[in-house]
């Protein structure tokens, strides 16, 4: 089964500063790779997807993120974050077998400081 | 057009008591999923009903935990007896079905306190 691991719990940044979330995954066929967002008291968004084709996606608010797959890895990044980007961001892993269910990470919590 | 919708938003209830919760996903949508959201933790998935086929049961924590589908619409997690610990935010999330993982849509969850 498909698994995803974040590394980091919690991050804090400065206002302005680059962003680089971490996530690997674990899983024998290409995955298909998701970052979703969670604001607070706030349902979860999508913030971009990988399926296949250019390795580097982009994604809404301006987050873009990179499939390594020598190193499992899906990477988020933004070159300049603002205070509205604090909140919880997910790493997700879906298969494509009989079903499509996903696997989420336990979450990175960002923090922004001004 | 409509999102997911659950019911109720909040939910209070006493040790032992049962407990239902709803989901109604978006239309058309054949794939749905429950997960738990404990503070300050990750999601934790639950069960997937896709379609008419036989759901993935393979994430409920005991068997005081259940839900059914009635077809490709509704959903209902019904938690048993319920314990302090199944305090946590319950989230919906509907997806088109088939082959693809498919982007999932979730609701606003249901916050269940257990007293």
């Known amino acids: 089964a498909q698994s995803v691991t974040q590394p980091d719990i919690h991050i804090t940044v400065s206002e302005g500063a680059s962003l680089e979330l971490r996530c690997n995954y674990s899983?024998?066929?290409?995955?298909?790779l998701f970052w979703y967002v969670q604001s607070p008291g706030q349902g979860l968004q999508l913030l971009l997807k990988?399926?296949?084709?250019?390795?580097l996606v982009q994604g809404i608010k301006g987050f873009e993120a990179e499939f390594k797959r020598s190193q499992s890895s899906f990477n988020l990044r933004k070159p300049s974050v603002h205070w509205s980007d604090a909140a919880e961001y997910f790493c997700?892993?879906?298969?494509?077998?009989?079903?499509?269910?996903?696997?989420f990470g336990a979450g990175t919590r960002l923090t922004v400081k001004p | 057009g409509a999102g997911v919708s659950q019911s109720p938003s909040n939910k209070v209830t006493e040790k032992g008591k049962d407990v239902e919760l709803r989901c109604d996903p978006i239309?058309?949508?054949?794939?749905l999923y429950w997960y738990r959201q404990r503070l300050g933790q990750g999601l934790e998935f639950l069960i997937y009903?896709?379609?008419?086929?036989?759901?993935?049961k393979s994430g409920l924590p005991s068997d005081r935990f259940s839900a059914e589908r009635t077809g490709e619409s509704v959903s209902t997690l019904t938690i048993q007896r319920t314990q302090q610990e199944d305090s946590a935010v319950y989230l919906c999330?509907?997806?088109?079905?088939?082959?693809?993982?498919?982007?999932?849509?979730f609701g606003p969850g249901t916050r269940l306190t257990v007293t």
């Open positions: 899983y024998g066929a290409t995955p298909y």
């Open positions: 997700a892993v879906g298969q494509l077998i009989n079903n499509n269910d996903m696997r």
């Open positions: 990988y399926f296949s084709g250019d390795t």
């Open positions: 009903f896709q379609g008419n086929s036989a759901p993935d």
């Open positions: 239309s058309g949508h054949t794939a």
């Open positions: 999330a509907s997806s088109l079905g088939g082959r693809g993982p498919y982007e999932q849509y």
